[in-house]
T-cell receptor, first 112, second 116 residues
Framework: DQQVKQNSPSLSVQEGRISILNCDYTNSMFDYFLWYKKYPAEGPTFLIS?????DKNEDGRFTVFLNKSAKHLSLHIVPSQPGDSAVYFC???????????FGQGTTLQVKP | DSGVTQTPKHLITATGQRVTLRCSPRSGDLSVYWYQQSLDQGLQFLIQ???????AKGNILERFSAQQFPDLHSELNLSSLELGDSALYFC???????????????FGPGTRLTVL
C-alpha cells in the first residue's frame, strides 16, 4: 500500500530551466508534506515543507505547491543548477502518529 | 552536517548474526526515528522513540528491536540476519514535542549493512 507515490523515477533538465518534481498521496489525514534531497552516501537533507492548510510555500529557488483536492504536491526548482542533481524524496507526515511516509524518490539530473 | 551521528558507517556480517546500530540525535532533540532503505526501495519507516518511550511503529520485523536510552541515544538491534536485511539504515531526530507539534526530521549519514 503505497501512500506516497513519486511516479517519475528520474528527471533531466538543462541548467537554468525549471525542474518540477511531482508527488501524489492517498491519505487525507496527512498534516504536513516535506521534500528531502539526498546525495549518494549521505542521509536525506530537509529542503522545504508545507502544511496541509496552505497551498504554496516558497524558499529561495524552491517552491512547493499543494493541491489537496487532487492529493498532489509538486516541488519547483527555479533556476535549476548542476548542484541540484540528487535524489528528491517527497514525504508526508501525520502529526498524531508521528510517522513520516516517504515516496520512492525521483533522481534529478541538471545538465550544465 | 545534520548533527545526527550514526555508527558504524559500514557493517558486514553473515546470515544468522546479530548487529547493533547506534544513533545519537541532535542536541536537544527528544524524538528518534529509524528508517530502512533497501536497494530500489524508498525510505521505510521502522520505529520512533520519544524521550525513551516507543511512540510509533512502522514496518519493523519482529527480529528487529530498538530502544532509546536516558541520554537519548538510540540503538537498533537486528537479529537472525537474512540476506534481504542488507540495506542502508538511517536514524533521524526531531524536536517534535509529545503533544504532536510538527518539526522536520534531521537525518544521520546512515549505516550500510551488508549481510553475506
Amino acid at each position: 500500500d503505497q501512500q506516497v507515490k513519486q511516479n517519475s523515477p528520474s528527471l533531466s533538465v538543462q541548467e537554468g530551466r525549471i525542474s518540477i518534481l511531482n508527488c501524489d498521496y492517498t491519505n487525507s489525514m496527512f498534516d504536513y508534506f516535506l521534500w528531502y534531497k539526498k546525495y549518494p552516501a549521505e542521509g536525506p537533507t530537509f529542503l522545504i515543507s508545507i502544511s496541509s492548510i496552505k497551498d504554496k510555500n516558497e524558499d529561495g529557488r524552491f517552491t512547493v505547491f499543494l493541491n489537496k483536492s487532487a492529493k498532489h504536491l509538486s516541488l519547483h526548482i527555479v533556476p535549476s543548477q548542476p548542484g541540484d542533481s540528487a535524489v528528491y524524496f517527497c514525504a508526508a507526515l501525520s502529526s498524531n502518529t508521528g510517522k513520516l511516509i516517504f515516496g520512492q524518490g525521483t533522481t534529478l539530473q541538471v545538465k550544465p | 552536517d545534520s548533527g545526527v551521528t550514526q555508527t558504524p558507517k559500514h557493517l558486514i556480517t553473515a546470515t544468522g548474526q546479530r548487529v547493533t546500530l547506534r544513533c545519537s540525535p541532535r542536541s536537544g532533540d527528544l524524538s528518534v526515528y529509524w528508517y530502512q532503505q533497501s536497494l530500489d526501495q524508498g525510505l521505510q519507516f521502522l520505529i520512533q522513540y520519544y524521550n525513551g518511550e516507543e511512540r510509533a511503529k512502522g514496518n519493523i520485523l519482529e527480529r528487529f528491536s530498538a530502544q532509546q536510552f536516558p541520554d537519548l541515544h538510540s540503538e537498533l538491534n537486528l537479529s537472525s540476519l537474512e540476506l534481504g536485511d542488507s540495506a542502508l539504515y538511517f536514524c533521524a531526530s526531531s524536536p517534535r514535542s509529545s503533544s504532536g507539534v510538527y518539526n522536520e526530521q534531521f537525518f544521520g549519514p546512515g549505516t550500510r549493512l551488508t549481510v553475506l
